[in-house]
């Protein structure tokens, strides 16, 4: 006998954020969601992630940065917050969900996501059920590090964190403390206080993160003109 779609157990909504609004200086100004890589960038990137997400794509990008139909594009305003902003800016464009609704967040520089995310959203989903905050890939170089760029975050945490007010150091501003609740939308929450320059691991550290082992090659950001080449190579 089919199965119904009443008689399957609620799914979480996957949603993804990709962070494509940097100034790429380290590539002479580049617009990195425009790199070629045996394809454009943000293409390979939101291809990796359509198989994933049963909810919304959110690009945060400058208007001249084109996006594929079907997905949504914001920028943090006024532009060139840093990531933290761009991530807040993205949840805005997000349709009411459940605190417990699952949320990639991915920088466009991360042109080995697809094998990420094979085993970085089931690990994110299993942290939920146990009751985590969500997974990130743990990796790089020189030593392993958490990737807070390359992770899947609950959305109830999410809001949450971006909600805090600010520790203190440098760059940060104190804004007021008022965490969306249980099922609320990131819309009637209106937008998360002083996140322009605040730091995403002095943001994020105190969150419950499975971490999902990766190589250096596979998380490798593209940042520099090295990093392009490696790339063109592999996926070219």
């Known amino acids: 006998m089919a199965e119904n779609a009443q008689d399957r157990p609620q799914q979480r ?8 609004g940097g100034q790429g200086s380290r590539l002479g100004g580049v617009s990195k969601a425009d790199l070629d890589v045996g394809g454009r960038l943000l293409d390979r990137v939101i291809d990796a992630l359509r198989p994933h997400v049963t909810g919304t794509i959110v690009v945060v990008a400058p208007q001249d940065v084109a996006v594929p139909a079907g997905v949504k594009r914001t920028m943090e305003e006024p532009p060139g917050g840093g990531p933290l902003a761009g991530i807040g800016a993205g949840l805005g464009e997000l349709e009411p969900g459940a605190a417990g609704d699952l949320v990639i967040v991915c920088g466009v ?3 080995g996501l697809a ?5 970085l959203v089931p690990a994110a989903l299993a942290s939920l059920e146990a009751g985590g905050d969500g997974a990130l890939i743990h990796g790089g170089e020189p030593e392993p590090f958490d990737q807070y760029l390359q992770a899947a975050y609950g959305l109830g945490a999410l809001r949450e964190a971006l909600s805090a007010p600010a520790l203190a150091g440098p760059g940060a501003r104190p804004g007021p ?3 969306a609740g249980p099922g609320q939308s990131s819309r009637a929450a ?12 002095r943001t994020f550290r105190h969150l419950r993160m499975e971490r999902v082992r990766a190589s250096q090659e596979e998380c490798l950001d593209l940042d520099t003109p090295a990093d392009l080449t490696y790339w063109r190579q592999r996926l070219g």
């Open 109 to 111: 520089d991360t042109p």
């Open 13 to 20: 909504r996957i949603d993804a954020v990709v962070l494509a």
């Open 115 to 119: 094998g990420l995310l094979a085993r």
């Open 177 to 179: 403390a008022g965490p």
């Open 190 to 201: 209106g937008p998360p206080p002083a996140l322009h320059g605040r730091g995403v691991r």
